[in-house]
């Protein structure tokens, strides 16, 4: 979407895009998080966009990062403070509990009930709270409009209808709208002022009431299952991706809830794989860096030395891990960090650290990528 170039929006720093896919890729961005950090990377990042699971890593970063103490460039206490509380939070049955209580409490929507539970995590803060820098930006999906609409500090805009500046939302809630996964969980809605929208070049919606006084969002997956859209031109672009592998399938279903489930399944493969070829064929175009950890990737493909590995039957079985907001057990959280941690490691020292040696331990020992 169009943005105005300020001087606070330096496109020559590293952004970072996380991707949506459920508690699965909530902790595949953890190991993510951790080997950015160790390598020195993560205090670098000038902005962060996120989408559905990616938003719940990146809210519980957003609301921890004026506590983290960063030390030659790392935060030291990482684990403690971002880790470990959305580890406990990933244990949790979220999407059960906020459809079963969103569905008889009065007066509350499993939207509401979404954000609430988010807010165990962010006890209550705004956008408004989160630091200047980096941006996190929190990606959802207008279901009046069909466009993304980004919510953060400075700005919520839709591209379409217009922008609010400095927008007084609660973080639960810009992530709850951001991770909720349509039908199930959305819509999320939020009342606006209709007064506070600003025109931007190209809109059509600005002081139309049925667009501005109230949004109805659903999962930023939808639109951008990557979290692209708001980095894809800065150098370098970080990009942790956990989403869904497609599969095929032998027999149609002749049911239509799953029709229509598969039907959504292939726009979005379509989609994030138009994506990923626009990326790639901009940093061939531009010869701008891009890292791309993959929650499907091939060690092989990345040409940095490596010492550390995984079987192939284990990544296909993360990869193939259900994308839910339901309890994930201690291996399936072991292994998942340790597969974001180690695939990010090779794609940064294969393309922004070369001379980084390899690694030769994951930073969860006890789950070994190499087991059956």
Known sequence: MPEPRTVETDRKTPAL??????FRATLFHCGALLR???????????????????????GMLAAAWPRLRFENGVAVNLTQEVVEPLRAF???????????????????????VLANAYDDMFNGISLQDLPDSPQFIFNATNLQTGRLVRMEKRQLADYTIGKI???????????AASSAFPPI?????????????????????????????????TDGGVYD??????????????????????????TASALWPKQALRALDIATDQARGLRKRLLFAQTRATGRKTVFAGIE??????????????????????AALRTRLDPFSEREQGRLINWGWLMMDVALRSYLAPDVPPPDTFPIPTESLADP
């Not at 895009?17 to 459920?22: F, N, Q, R």
């Not at 979220?94 to 007066?107: C, E, F, K, Y």
């Not at 990557?226 to 032998?250: R, Y």
């Open 36 to 58: 950015l950090n160790e390598l020195g990377y993560l205090s670098r990042i000038t902005r962060i966009s996120s989408v559905s699971g990616g938003s719940i890593a990146s």
């Open 185 to 217: 969980l959305s819509p999320v809605e939020i009342d606006l002022d209709p007064v506070a929208w600003e025109a931007l070049d190209g809109t059509v919606h600005t002081g139309d009431l049925q667009f501005t006084q109230r949004l109805a969002l």
């Open 165 to 175: 500046a400095r927008p007084h939302i609660r973080l639960a809630v810009a992530v």
């Open 297 to 318: 990737g091939d060690l092989r493909e990345y040409s940095a030395p490596q010492v550390l590995g995984a079987a192939p039957g284990i990544i296909a079985w993360m």
């Open 225 to 250: 299952n990557l979290g692209l859209e708001t980095v894809d031109d800065f150098d370098p672009v970080i990009v942790s991706d956990a989403g869904a592998p497609f599969g095929t399938e032998e």
């Open 17 to 22: 895009a996380l991707s949506g896919g459920g």
């Open 90 to 112: 990933c244990r949790r049955s979220i999407d059960t509990m906020a459809v079963g209580w969103g569905s008889v409490l009065p007066g509350q929507s499993i939207g509401d």
